[in-house]
Nanobody, 123 residues
């Protein structure tokens, strides 16, 4: 059973930075893509960005501010979040897509999920 575990969430002031980590329990090289989603209070889950063998791709709301990277030697994906805004407050989830090629950006295209980590940005 593959497990994904997020860490690095917390409380930060607007304009600050956080780095989230997503550690996988097995090698990820065989997966098509890994991604980050977020779910603000009372809202639907939103695509943040993803990474596959071609590179990274992002949702419009975080472009130029968030950066995704992956360290395959550590089975870990990262989300570097800069210039954080109060509207970035959400539970952040990492996910893996094992069956969808290309650039999956919908939650249903991901079949493995972490438990989520809370990010709160104060104004």
């Amino acid at each position: 059973q593959v497990q994904l575990v997020e860490s690095g969430g917390g409380l930060v002031q607007a304009g600050g930075s956080l780095r989230l980590s997503c550690a996988a329990s097995k090698r990820t090289f065989s997966w098509y893509a890994m991604g980050w989603f977020r779910q603000p209070p009372g809202k639907e889950r939103e695509f943040v960005g993803g990474i596959n063998w071609s590179g990274t791709y992002y949702g419009d709301s975080v472009k130029e501010r968030f950066t995704i990277s992956r360290d395959n030697t550590k089975n870990t994906m990262y989300l570097q979040m800069n210039s954080l805004k109060p509207e970035d407050t959400a539970v952040y989830y990492c996910a893996a897509s094992t069956g969808v090629p290309g650039t999956p950006n919908f939650a249903y295209q991901y079949d493995k999920w972490g438990q989520g980590t809370q990010v709160t940005v104060s104004s």
